[in-house]
């Protein structure tokens, strides 16, 4: 019986994968994963370690298939939680079609780390997964935590990090606005004094110099949808570490992946010193450019249809331009009167090329003229709104998330007139947003496990709760077919498609423990993102359907 199930699951993936033709000059690399017990979904790691690439893809019916592969040598292992195997070496040539078989035993207990229980894994399993409350005991300072800091940064983010005192000290100082050109995050009067000192005892005891670096372990796992992820494959291109550059934060922060007519995939770096980059999705090959500034912090960026580069500048209130071609950049004063300042965030394109963006420290919104060279910018209609992620629709409105404020608001550029819709979860934080194909505005509640829509035609707002515990919503975008996917930190780290006819969600897991502030998605459907808290930095692209590729490169 169980051979004619393995045949049966063997003769599905054959038939998926028939019609699937080979990109030019890449491998290809199948087997059978075996294990004591059943099981669902193992993930199969994939690292080219001449191009420093991973490919994952996930197993269907106890066999795998990675298809586009670069040509090269590949350390190859399989992750299930409570299954282990040894990894194995590989060589492949362009054009080959290679078989490796693993065996997975039964794993003993131990404690649990990242890439286990099934819902995420990364290249690296230092971090120690616990539950909520050992990673946040409750003592005083944890509700001080949640309500000034966590529902921001996230649940994951002090755990990563081991701070001596004085380091957590002037990151509330930072906060607060005290000697730091952002502007101030955490509004003035809502942290006493005395609360300061609580959660800076709480952060220095539990995220100090002598704890362990840990990550919040879900209790539930993820819903594997197998037939839909024996289709899949990830690819994520690690960045370099800079001998000199990277050599006091020995890592680098990406964000906000966008493409460029020849196909490349651009991304801000905000570790110090601040760069903009390029990958080349058909080589792997990264390119660097240093900013004018290197403290300057650019935040978002966008592409126009030339091919120039615009980032917006959340320290010096400036949006920079790259021309690639000569590597020349220049900076823009956000405000060409020179009369307001604030933290830029995150630019976009209308269809005349201009160039619109969010002040988030400021309350603004702000428009770049390609005509003019110059910028104006709008004080939106709600103080202390922290205006966040931005979408142009096909009318070229402006609609814009105001993630203090829990709205979303709509600018219309002929009458300058400013309209607010009130999420339905009151209060929440949202960062970003996406418009579909019929002008439905999709957000999601970050704080809250929230995905929303708004009919603009009837003012109609309806939410879904996202089916995992302390789920992140980041960013919600749509594909071309209108299904909406979700960047999700919140559970460890996974893309999530949302099918709206159907109203039913699709999780891919990660590689590697993360949040993924942005996502892109080409005309072929392949979702970019950016790992940017994860322990290897880079630029990751998730295939939903491997057997459809043509390419590798990035086209809008």
Known sequence: MRIRVMLAALLVVLAATADAKPIAGTASLSGAVQAPAAFQAAQVHLMNTDRNVLFMVWTRGGRYQALNLFPGRYEVTVKKAGLATDPQSIVLEPGDAK??????????????????????????????????????????????????????????????????????????????????????????????????????????????????????????????????????????????????????????????????????????????PNRIGRVDPRTGEVKDFMMPDPKADPHGLTVDKDGHVFWAETVGFHLGRLDPATGSMMRYPMDSTGQRKGRGHTPTLDSKQNVWFTVIGGDMLGKWDRQTGKSTVWKVPTAGAAPYGIAVDKDDNVWFAEFRRCRIGKFEPKTEKFTEYAALSQPCTIRRLGVDSAGIVWYGGFNNGKLGRIDPRSGAIKEYDIPMPFSEPYDVWPDRHDDIWISDGGQGGALIRFDQRKETFTYYPTPQTTDQPKLAITREGAIWYTPRSSVKAAVGVLYPDVTTMTTLAAYE
Request: with cysteine; aromatic share 12%.
């Open 99 to 272: 078989t490796l078989d693993f065996a997975l035993r039964e794993q003993a207990a131990r404690p649990v780390r990242q890439g286990e229980f099934g819902f995420t894994s990364s290249v690296s399993s230092d971090v120690k997964l616990v539950s909520y409350d050992e990673l946040y005991p409750r003592e005083p300072g944890r509700d001080v935590l949640e309500k000034q800091c966590m529902y921001c940064h996230g649940r994951n983010f002090f755990p990563s990090k081991q701070y001596p005192e004085p380091t957590w000290n002037t990151f509330i100082d930072v906060m607060l606005g005290i000697g730091a050109d952002r502007g101030a995050m955490i509004p003035s009067g809502t942290l006493s004094a005395a609360d300061r000192q609580t959660v800076l005892a709480y952060l220095t005891k539990h995220f100090g110099t002598t704890s362990e670096r840990r990550g919040l372990r879900m209790d539930a796992q993820f819903p594997l949808d197998e037939a839909a992820l024996g289709k899949a494959m990830y690819v994520e291109y690690y960045l370099p570490l800079d001998k000199q550059l990277d050599a006091a934060n020995k890592q680098r922060r990406t964000q906000e992946p966008h493409f460029d007519p020849q196909g490349n995939v651009w991304y801000t770096d905000r570790s110090v």
